[in-house]
């Protein structure tokens, strides 16, 4: 048979019919997107309300045995015995300031992009511990003690790594939880709501403002702080009533501060404190505070639930 368009043009027609075949065959390069570095807020979320509980993954204590861990607003802790000695861990607080106590560490896990793990130095000879730095700056503090002294540094600080292992695995694996505070719980509280009012200005200091802690459960305005924890004990110290509230004072330095406590609504035999702070500014030591911080303390300890 004779092609009427003679045997160039076929074979051109065929040509284009191949070309067309092989490129519908070749896949398009997939896309690659270099990993994000890893922030507090990704990885951590509403700090206000984070369980830091979650992050301290106690199995990981080689042939340790552990207390529950212990829940705060801004940290926690767990007990534990090896070798029937007795060790504190402890995952908290979180913080953004520079801190010149920070030095390099060669941390020797795995890291998330933009994550880096530093050890803590300015810290007693029980106690070692390790920071991870996220790619925001803002720093989360892990430690261990007891009460071996130099000689057991090694072993705290194998541990300490163990703990900063399971806060990444924690980060990365989408196990981080979160704590819904009950009524009454003063984890619900916003302390710079309680410093912005006009009847501190002239003990805080002419202009100044609340500012915020990073965990959202203190505050601090000029010379004048608040903060809320959960603590194991009760606080000592005499006691008076301010506010409606039984409250013990103490003095630290140029410090003097008072504090109430309410049994925890939600962790049995546990208590939730606030704690006002003055510091005194004119070289007299802490005492020289307390008249100014019994007035915060009168007009704080009212308005909490």
């Not at 199995?59 to 504190?88: E, I, K, N, W």
Request: aromatic content about 4%.
């Amino acid at each position: 048979m004779r092609f009427p368009f003679g045997p160039v043009v076929v074979a051109l027609a065929a040509a284009l019919v191949l070309g067309a075949c092989s490129s519908a065959a070749v896949p398009a390069p997939a896309a690659t997107q270099a990993p994000s570095p890893l922030t507090a807020v990704a990885a951590l979320g509403d700090f206000t309300t984070l369980d830091y509980c979650s992050l301290l993954d106690v199995s990981r204590l080689r042939g340790a045995t552990a207390d529950d861990p212990d829940s705060s607003f801004t940290d926690c802790r767990a007990d534990y015995v090896r070798s029937g000695r007795p060790h504190t861990v402890s995952v908290g607080p979180l913080a953004a300031e520079a801190d010149p106590n920070v030095k390099p560490y060669q941390y020797s896990g795995p890291l998330p992009d933009g994550v880096a793990v530093q050890q803590a130095g300015f810290t007693p000879d029980t106690t070692c511990s390790r920071v991870v730095t996220f790619a925001d700056g803002i720093r989360l503090n892990v430690a261990v003690s007891d009460t071996e002294g130099p000689s057991a540094a090694d072993d705290r600080c194998t541990d300490a790594d163990a703990v900063v292992g399971g806060v990444l695995a924690t980060a990365t694996g989408g196990k981080v939880r979160h704590r819904q505070f009950p009524d009454r719980s003063w984890g619900r509280v916003d302390p710079c709501a309680l410093l912005n009012v006009h009847e501190l200005d002239a003990i805080s200091g002419a202009g100044t403002q609340p500012s915020a802690g990073l965990s959202g459960h203190s505050c601090i305005r000029g010379t004048v702080s608040v903060e809320f924890s959960v603590q194991k004990q009760a606080p000592a110290g005499a006691s008076e009533t301010l506010g409606g509230r039984t409250a013990r004072q103490s003095t630290d330095g140029a410090f003097c501060r008072l504090t109430t406590s309410q049994p925890s609504p939600d962790t049995p035999g546990r208590g939730e404190q606030a704690v006002v702070s003055v510091v005194d500014t004119s070289g007299s030591g802490g005492a020289a505070a307390c008249p100014a911080a019994t007035q915060v303390a009168t007009l704080v300890f009212a308005k909490i639930p």
